[in-house]
């Protein structure tokens, strides 16, 4: 028999007006793995902060039997040392840290503050986005030490191959409830899948049955009128109808008529709509006559060495074709966005084409100011029509009332999906993205692959998301040692 862990009952949880949460009954038991997945804001911090302890709830109960270690995605004191104990030297040694290492970067900091967490143990462990800034190393360390943690976890991730390496429930926040789904999340995935297509069929009969009760409407109708005119114009010629006919008098077939109408509407009335499914807007930029590219390398480089505060790359050579999708990969620290950020500078060892114009998206707080709407201030940039860049923000998970939302009243993920949009809607025939998954919903990260699978010109990008490496990346190339290789 399973024993239990934690138990949500009733809950509640408000900040202002706004509903964050709304459980009647939610059950953790012991040994479970639980991958948290929703959008930005949904509540999914919330739910992680209510199990731990951090905050109550504004009605309801939370019963637990275990206690937990919590790792926040934002350290709110610095390094967090749980249980006051001596860290683990042996796993601080793996992520490649020692005590006293310098200037730590901000994958860094992420591994020697995760070291420290599992450093101590509890019998359930509440982590919150604990890939953020983490190489591909570190998060495949953290894979195969939350493997063979025993005990409860609960993890909230917007990485799908983390999710799939240790979920094997998945629970999805959305609209202050959870849904829950057993397996991993290309399992969940799958479920979600099969429920598109019923609410699709379902939506498709409802749209064949209400338009086939809206022409039985109106055909009924009209007929009801033409035997109205066809009695006007008989008592209007003093025609005596004959006994027969006057049995039939009084409109007797006009009212049946109109009767047959008024319950055909009123079928019309009570016909449900199911819920619809939000279906991505299959994206197609035209050809930009300003920005048009034909060179078959935009960028070239000749024994290209890149220095900061130490040699990054030393004397590489690289060609990157026009139209490919290139993805730049490797350890924290390797020199990734500075090597995006070098190929920009004039440089004698890199040949770029006079005509590249590029568009660059760099993960910053973005806080956008003023009145205007947000489709105004991406209809400014842009040679696209509305229809084209609606579509976008649509993908990208805006209603077709949020896109009049001023530029000031946007929530910090809302603000990032709108700059995500800027990126594809300016004049540009390269794209330069620097870790655009970190931060954002897996529903944003599916919309911006398929806008960089659509999108026709050259784009170069940073991730430490292998599943968005996978899906997008025409090529890849590691940084490793001062050199730049292609493995893909």
């Given at each position: ?40 804001g949904s509540g ?301 500078e004039n440089n ?15 993960q910053l707080a ?123």
């Amino acid at each position: 028999m399973m024993e239990l862990a934690v138990k949500l009952k009733n809950i509640k949880k408000s900040y202002g007006i706004k509903d964050v949460l709304h459980i009647e009954e939610l059950t953790v038991y012991q040994n479970e793995r639980i991958g948290i997945v929703g959008s930005n804001g949904s509540g999914k911090s919330t739910l992680l902060r209510l199990l731990k302890g951090e905050i109550q709830s504004d009605s309801g109960q939370v019963q637990r039997e275990i206690d937990f270690l919590y790792y926040p995605q934002i350290p709110q004191d610095g390094l967090i040392t749980p249980a006051k104990k001596e860290l683990d030297e042996e796993l601080i040694s793996r992520f490649g840290l020692t005590k006293n290492t310098p200037g730590l970067s901000g994958g860094e900091q992420a591994k020697f503050r995760l070291a420290e967490l599992l450093s101590g143990y509890e019998m359930g462990l509440l982590l919150d986005e604990p890939t953020t800034h983490l190489d591909t190393t570190g998060i495949q360390l953290l894979v195969e030490e939350l493997r063979y943690y025993y005990g409860t976890l609960l993890f909230v991730s917007h990485d799908r191959t983390f999710l799939n390496e240790l979920a094997t429930k998945i629970w999805e926040v959305q609209d202050g409830q959870v849904t829950v789904y057993s397996g991993n999340y290309d399992a969940y995935q799958e479920q979600k899948a099969l429920q598109e297509a019923v609410t699709n069929k379902a939506q498709d009969q409802y749209q064949k049955e209400k338009q086939r009760l809206e022409a039985a409407v109106a055909t009924k109708k009209a007929q009801a009128e033409k035997s109205r005119q066809l009695s006007a114009k008989k008592r209007q010629k003093n025609i005596r109808p004959d006994r027969l006919s006057s049995s039939k008098q009084k409109d007797t077939v006009e009212k049946n008529l109109q009767k047959t109408a008024k319950a055909l509407a009123s079928r019309l009335e009570q016909l449900e709509a199911p819920e619809s499914s939000q279906r991505l807007q299959k994206i197609k930029f035209p050809p930009s006559k300003t920005v048009a590219l034909h060179n078959k390398y935009p960028f070239i480089g000749t024994n290209f060495t890149l220095k900061r505060e130490k040699i990054l790359l030393e004397q590489v050579d690289f060609q990157f074709a026009l139209g490919e999708k290139i993805a730049i990969v490797g350890a924290n620290g390797v020199g990734k966005s500075s090597f995006l950020n070098a190929i920009l500078e004039n440089n004698e060892h890199v040949i770029r084409s006079p005509k590249v114009v590029c568009s660059i998206y760099q993960q910053l707080a973005y806080q956008l100011q003023g009145p205007e709407s947000v489709l105004h201030y991406l209809m400014k940039q842009t040679e696209y029509p509305e229809k084209l860049v609606r579509s976008i923000l649509h993908n990208l998970g805006f209603s077709p009332g949020e896109v009049h939302k001023p530029l000031t009243v946007l929530s910090g993920g809302e603000a990032t999906r709108v700059e995500l949009a800027s990126v594809f809607v300016r004049p540009a025939n390269v794209l330069l993205l620097d870790e655009p998954t970190n931060f954002i919903d897996l529903a944003t990260i599916e919309a911006l692959e398929n806008l960089i699978q659509a999108y026709p010109g050259t784009v170069l990008f940073t991730s430490h998301d292998q599943a968005f490496v996978d899906k997008v990346a025409t090529q890849v190339y590691q940084i490793c040692e001062r050199q730049l290789v292609r493995i893909r």
